[in-house]
C-alpha cells in the first residue's frame, strides 16, 4: 500500500509572497503538486488536523489572514513545519538509497 504523502500549506497575503515564501525556503517547485499555496483565510480551513504549514513576515499580513493562521495553529488543526515536512520538498534533497547486499536483495 502507497503511503500518502502530505501536502504542505504555503501561506501568504498574496500569490505572488507564496512564491517568495517557497523560494525562500528553498523548495523545489518541480514538487508543487505536494504544496498549496493559501492567501485567503477561508481557504485555511478544512485540512487534516496536524497540516504543516510555513509562512513569513506575518507582522506584514492583513489582519484577518494572522487571525485565522493563529486560531487554526492554537487549535492543533494546522503546525508550523518542522525540517522533516520540508527535507522532500527541497531542492537539494537527495532521496535515500536502500544498500543492497551481495545477494542483490535491498537492506531496511
Not at 500569490?15 to 505536494?34: G, I, P, S, Y
Request: proline share 6%; hydrophobic share 40%; with cysteine.
Amino acid at each position: 500500500m502507497k503511503e500518502q504523502q502530505r501536502l504542505l500549506l504555503v501561506v501568504a497575503p498574496n500569490k505572488m509572497e507564496c512564491h517568495r515564501t517557497a523560494t525562500d525556503f528553498n523548495l523545489d517547485f518541480l514538487k508543487v503538486e505536494r504544496m498549496r499555496f493559501i492567501s485567503d483565510p477561508y481557504h485555511l480551513r478544512g485540512w487534516s488536523r496536524g497540516t504543516p504549514f510555513i509562512a513569513l513576515h506575518r507582522d506584514r499580513w492583513p489582519e484577518p489572514l494572522d487571525q485565522a493562521l493563529h486560531a487554526l495553529t492554537v487549535m492543533g488543526q494546522l503546525r508550523i513545519a518542522n525540517d522533516q515536512d520540508l527535507a522532500e520538498l527541497r531542492d537539494d534533497f537527495v532521496p535515500p538509497r536502500a544498500s543492497v547486499s551481495l545477494s542483490g536483495r535491498a537492506a531496511l
